[in-house]
């Protein structure tokens, strides 16, 4: 499932990310990062895990997507990689076709997550660089993805994705994963649909009535069914 | 503040504990604790298609063309869904527009004409649209194919073109959608009133659906029948893909007599109501026979990034064929020779004076008209980043052609007979022995071509700025052959700035302007000679639109609220009040209309929805007139004076609420304050509120019933206004629906 959440950052959130991007951080490789046959696909850089400026941005972004219900609601998260931050522009400007390592150590806190959803969030609006659309390949087809600073996508880990070059300006994100409670896909599609249903039943009808906690009690049940803690 | 916030189940159960996924405990927002932190609200808006029908509320609207949010648009709309006509049976457009704040009606012209927005006539300039293209004047309208209706208050020619000085208003048609949905509904009511309408939705393709609205409706009222069937089919294909098509026809023909009007007595200024609202004193032979027979094409073409570009091309014909009795009490002091003799001795001048043997004259009120339009409109409405800068950009042209033929006074050589306050409904029939009228011909076309671009400066801030020019051109022509013509190369500017801090408030300052062609208004009397001051060949009226306002979203994104302040002003010299049809100098110049907006439409609990709207005028005057006090000091509104028709306060408030599963009940207020006739300023029509109320049993999945009762405590009151008489407002009617849903 791809899914476009708008607006997860504020506007004096986003600007407060920009300026500790833009002011003195330390970019480094983004080599440093991948595995080894992404090596040869990735050409950009990311910010300093370790810097002070990533310490904030991190927290910044945990804070963001943990008020944000639709991510919750669709990736059911049961550990959130530590967000990492990128930068294509110049010479290192493109990432190609890859998909995720399945496991990842996130250093903060310390433990392995396993890559069932990846996330990027945009920093840059589309009109402040050409090029570096997310590429995702998706059974029903390639889907480009260029959002508005400040808003995220949630797509599959197990897809098959690049960033195509920038050729001006420069493309900032944030990403990162989530390993969900729910590990299949399909199975987090049909909660993430029922969720969105009974919310507009929920705001029809009230939350007293009679079907509405009933398919409360269903979608619960099924979560029970299916998650893992 | 906004809080307990409808949020998905996942995170409801999932944001409690989620801190120790971030290093750092979130900073709380300045100003604010830790526990203060909301929860933003989710938003999932019910698919268009269905809101009209599931909601008082609207979120997003046609009305500035192109489809707009309505926070985006800087001046007040008030949207009436199908789910409120649906609720309070408002089958008439009228009685729409009778639950909308602000408007009011001139008596006696029978059509849809003479209604009145802020004071300012909305028909006569042909401020009424259906489909964002101007609908056709002279017909009844009916509401059975109407998804809904927008209200769009304060000058608006840059959209519009030609009108507009109070506002327009849009019926939206019910357009197929991809669902297999079908409702049928029966009404019956007092004045042996029933009702069938039918709505079908029904997906034919892939991407393709058909929908019917049909409607037959048979209404005795007590003697002002009426006899209505409307059907509309309408094939849509590709619909919501790139490429989406629409072919539709719209038929609707009404039957019946006209209530004219109803005689008053004046008491220390005030209008003092005679006789039962119910009481019908026209003949039998009296007929109000209109029809509205159209066909529509459409194209929406729509590209990347929510632009489009749709086109619209309409044809239709429009007619009207009226015989009516202007009904007063028989003068027989100084009325004419044969009121002398109907009623010797009778002058009524108090209301003790009424009684059955009250002697009723009846004069004969014919208008016949016919009109042919051809309309094509093409909107171009599209996002883009140039400049570095966020662009909305609407641009567009639309044209209009109109074959009309008129003649609005067509009684020749009728004679109607004298009848008595107790025999309402006598069945006395007068042949009709006009023969073929004669008719003024007026053929118009306009074309306009306009722009606007809203331009995002900084992420809360855009500037709207927008202009239109319209080449006006008509031609006139009386029976005898004297004809004239003229064209108008007219410009329309509009713009605005909206601050939207949040998702939830937007607010706005908007100025735009409008105009109205003289060949609107006098099309029918291309005078010539001495009289020059009803000739057609006037340059158009102008007015200008200023408002300042906000609009938020409350209750949990349940309901939106809308605040606005207005200052409307007429400032053309023309020496004639275009919003009357008489001949007779009434107005000049200039004159305001200052006030307040409110609108809230929405549900406040999950439960407990409601739709209210107020419109406050404390400020409106004559500010510029050449009308000379009359001798007796009553006469025509002169300078210094309020216009007529203009309620300091007037307001709707609709309210229901889900006592039981099953069980919803509604009530409903409507209010007009005081006013007075236009053109006559001593004669003062009282305030009144009326009461309505509905229970609504949901038997099943597929069947409800519903009780309505409209005008609880059978009030008597002055609805309509002319300057020597007015008509009643409904009685109380009780009206039991049977509708089904499968």
Known sequence: MLLRLKNVLTREELATARSLLESGAQWVDGRSSAGGQAVARKNNEQLAQDSDASRRLQALVLNAVQRDPLFFSAALPRKIFNPLFNRYSGASNHYGAHIDGAVLHSRNPSQWVRT?????????????????????????????????????????????????????????????????????GEQRRLLFEMDMALLKLRNALGEQEPSVVQLTGTYHNLLRMWADT | MRRQAALPLGAL?????????????????????????????????????????????????????????????????????????????????????????GVTFQAGETGEEDIRLRGFSLGQAGDIYSDGMR??????????????????????????GKGSTGGVVNQVSKQPFLTNQNEVSYTVGTGQDNRLTGDFNVVTGENAAFRLNAMVQDADNWGAEQKKQGVAPTFSWGIGTRDEFSVGLYYLESDGRPLYNHPWVINNGHIVETVPAKNYYGLASDHLNTSATYGTIAYTHRFDQNSQLKTQLRHGRYERDLLASAVGFCNGVTGNASQRAACPGQQIVRLDQVNDNTVLSRAPKGRIGVSDTTQLTSDYSGNFIWGGLKHELLTGVDFYQEDAKRNNAFTTGLTFPFTKVGTPNDGATVADTRGNPAFNTFDARDIGLYVQDMVSIAPTVKLLGGLR??????????????????????????????????????????????????????????????????????????????????????????????????????????????????????????????????????????????????????????????????????????????????????????????????????????????????????????????????????????????????????????????????????????????????
Not at chain 1, 161 to 182: D, I, K, N, Y
Not at chain 2, 71 to 86: A, C, F, H, N
Not at chain 2, 145 to 154: E, S
Request: aromatic share 10%.
């Open chain 1, 116 to 184: 069932d959803i990846s996330c990027t969030l945009f920093l840059a609006e589309p009109d402040e660089y050409d090029g570096g659309e997310l590429v995702i390949q998706d059974p029903q087809g390639e889907q480009r993805i260029k959002l508005p600073a400040g808003d995220l996508m949630l797509y599959p880990g197990t897809t098959l994705h690049q960033v195509t070059p920038v050729t001006r300006g420069a493309r900032l994100a944030s990403f990162f994963w989530v390993e969900s409670m729910v590990r299949g």
């Open chain 2, 13 to 101: 159960m999932l944001a409690a504990s989620v801190s120790a996924w971030a290093q750092t405990t979130p900073q709380p927002k300045s100003g604010g604790t830790g526990a203060d932190q909301v929860l933003p609200t989710v938003e999932v808006k019910a698919s268009r298609e269905n809101e009209s029908k599931e909601s008082f509320r609207a979120t997003t609207t046609t009305i500035g063309k192109g489809n707009q949010e309505l926070r985006d648009v800087p001046q007040s709309v008030t949207v009436i869904t199908e789910r409120l006509m649906s609720d309070r049976n408002l089958d008439d457009f009228r009685d729409v527009l009778r639950n909308t704040a």
């Open chain 2, 135 to 160: 609908d056709g004047t002279l017909y009844e309208r009916d509401t059975f194919n109407v998804d809904r209706i927008d209200v769009l208050k304060g000058s608006a020619s840059m959209l519009f």
């Open chain 2, 469 to 742: 020019f319209d080449r006006f051109t008509a031609s006139y022509q009386t029976p005898t052959g004297t004809s004239n013509e003229r064209s108008d190369n007219l410009w329309s500017p509009r713009v605005g700035a909206l601050y939207q801090p949040s998702n939830w408030a937007s607010y706005y300052v908007s100025y735009g302007t409008s105009y109205n062609t003289s060949g609107d208004a006098y099309q029918f009397t291309p005078t010539f000679g001495n009289d020059q001051r009803t000739a057609a060949n006037t340059p158009p009226e102008k007015s200008r639109n200023f408002e300042v306002g906000g609009k938020w979203d409350l209750f949990e994104n349940r309901a939106s609220l809308g605040v606005a302040a207005f200052y409307s002003e007429k400032y053309n010299e023309r020496n004639l009040d275009p919003d009357t049809a008489s001949t007779q100098q009434l107005l000049s110049g200039k004159r305001h209309a200052a006030g307040m907006e409110f609108n809230l439409a929405g549900r406040i609990t999950p439960k407990w929805e409601v739709f209210f709207n107020h419109t406050w005028i404390p400020d409106a005057k004559i500010d510029e007139s050449n009308q000379v006090l009359a001798a007796n000091g009553g006469g025509a509104q002169v300078k210094g004076d309020r216009p007529g028709l203009t309620p300091k306060n007037s307001g709707s408030l609709w309210t229901t609420y889900l006592v039981m599963p099953k069980l919803r009940l509604g009530a409903g207020l409507t209010y007009r304050g005081e006013q007075n006739p236009e053109g006559s300023r001593a004669v003062t029509a009282d305030s009144f509120v009326v009461a309505d109320a509905m229970a609504e049993y949901t038997i099943d999945q597929t069947w409800s019933a519903k009780l309505y009762v409209s005008n609880l405590t059978d009030k008597l009151y002055a609805d309509t206004l002319y300057r020597g008489f007015y008509a009643p407002g409904s009685p109380r009617r009780v009206q039991l629906t049977l509708k089904a849903a499968f």
